[in-house]
Every structure is written in structure tokens, then in C-alpha cells.
């Protein structure tokens, strides 16, 4: 079995920091996905890739950057951070679209 | 794009009562169908999948059903647990190349 792991758990930034979160896979997937979500609610698409080196933008990529420098990482970057912002992003990885995503715990973030 | 839409977002049973939890997509190439499930504080894990060649599928306790002309599919919880307390994802894709599309999740209580 695999695992993806994301780093760090928790992150507390200030309003107007650059925050990067990061996430590994050993599945040796090719398509990894962030998702925020908002108080246990559904799902949003920040940003998927396909393969190294690829980049897509998903749903709500605005304010967000993304790397894939090698297969096994995708780290994601907040731009600015919001103020009295609260997330869990969530990382993934599939082998394809079709095939089943494997989450990573999550990062909280908090911006005061 | 396509859009899921999952009609409940709560749904409470007695245990040892059925759940049905069900969601529409609007795109009719969609062709894979899998649900998550995010129990309370953890991240999402797989729990079943259906492929559009099929319309019926069982894993012991959880059905899914598929009816492609109405484009709907739901999630049938049999003889539920307070363990099957959680919130429930649908999604839809089109196919490998496509990525996939989340429903807002349906919180389930099972009241013992």
C-alpha cells in the first residue's frame, strides 16, 4: 500500500503571508489534486496535474500557485493570505480520473 | 462542465434502518461514478464505485444504483451502524482524460 503525506499539519500564517503546503505520494500516481474545504463542507478545485511538470487550473485557483517538480510531490502556495481565513486543504492522488483518489490528511490553515 | 448535486444535505436514520443518499449529473458522457466518505476530523476515503456499462452494484452493506437515462445514481446504506455516521461525496467523470466532479456531500446521522 501507498501513502500521501502532507506537510504541515497545521499552519498558522499572518494576513498578506506566502504560505506553502506540500504533499508527497509513493503510489507512484500520476494526477494529484489540491481541494480546499470550507467547515466539513464539499469539495473545491484548486489546482490538479496530470504528470510532472503539468499544471491545470481547477475551480478556485485564484490566489493560489502550484508546482509539480517531480512525480511523487505537488506543493501549493497561498499567495496572500486572507485574513480570519479558516481551510483544511486536502491533497490527492489517482491514477487516472477514473481510478479511485487517495487523500492525504489535510492542512489546516488559520490566518489571524 | 458537469455539475453533480448531491439533494440532501442531511440525512438521519435509526440504526438498523436503510440510508438511500442520491445525486444527478448533467453530463451525459459521464461514465464513472464513485462515493467518499469523510468520517468526522479525518479526510475522505473510497467506499464504493459504479462504471456506466453496469447499473447495479453491491459491496455487503452498500448498494449503489446507476439510471443513465435519468442521470442519477444513489447510495443505498443497508442495515446502517453508527460507524456509517459521516459524510457522504458523489462524483462523476467522463472519462480518463476528464477530471472529476464533485457533489457538496450529504452528512449522515445514524441515531442508535
Known amino acids: 500500500g501507498g501513502i500521501i503525506t502532507q506537510t504541515p499539519k497545521f499552519l498558522i500564517g499572518q494576513e498578506g503571508q506566502k504560505l506553502t503546503l506540500k504533499c508527497q505520494q509513493n503510489?507512484?500516481?500520476?494526477?494529484m489534486y489540491w481541494y480546499r474545504q470550507d467547515s466539513g463542507k464539499g469539495l473545491r478545485l484548486i489546482y490538479y496535474?496530470?504528470?510532472?511538470?503539468?499544471?491545470q487550473k481547477g475551480d478556485l485557483s485564484e490566489g493560489y500557485d502550484a508546482s509539480r517538480e517531480k512525480k511523487s510531490s505537488f506543493s501549493l502556495t497561498v499567495t496572500s493570505a486572507q485574513k480570519n481565513e479558516m481551510a483544511v486543504f486536502l491533497c490527492?492522488?489517482?491514477?487516472?480520473?477514473?481510478?479511485?483518489?487517495?487523500f492525504g490528511a489535510g492542512t489546516r490553515l488559520s490566518v489571524l | 462542465g458537469e455539475k453533480v448535486e448531491q439533494h440532501e444535505s442531511t440525512l438521519s436514520v435509526r440504526e438498523g434502518d436503510s440510508a438511500v443518499i442520491n445525486c444527478t449529473y448533467t453530463d451525459t458522457a459521464s461514465s464513472y461514478f464513485p462515493w467518499y466518505k469523510q468520517e468526522a476530523g479525518k479526510s475522505l476515503h473510497f467506499v464504493i464505485d459504479?462504471?456506466?456499462?453496469?447499473d447495479r452494484k453491491q459491496s455487503q452493506r452498500l448498494i449503489v444504483l446507476l439510471d443513465k437515462k435519468a442521470k442519477r445514481f444513489s447510495l443505498h446504506i443497508t442495515a446502517t451502524q453508527p460507524e456509517d455516521s459521516a459524510i457522504y461525496f458523489c462524483?462523476?467523470?467522463?472519462?480518463?482524460?476528464?477530471?472529476?466532479?464533485f457533489g457538496d456531500g450529504t452528512q449522515l446521522v445514524v441515531k442508535p
Open positions: 459504479i462504471r456506466s456499462n453496469v
Open positions: 496535474s496530470i504528470t510532472e511538470n503539468d499544471l
Open positions: 503510489f507512484n500516481h500520476d494526477t
Open positions: 490527492a492522488s489517482s491514477i487516472t480520473f477514473q481510478n479511485t483518489l487517495y
Open positions: 462524483a462523476a467523470s467522463k472519462n480518463s482524460n476528464n477530471r472529476i466532479f
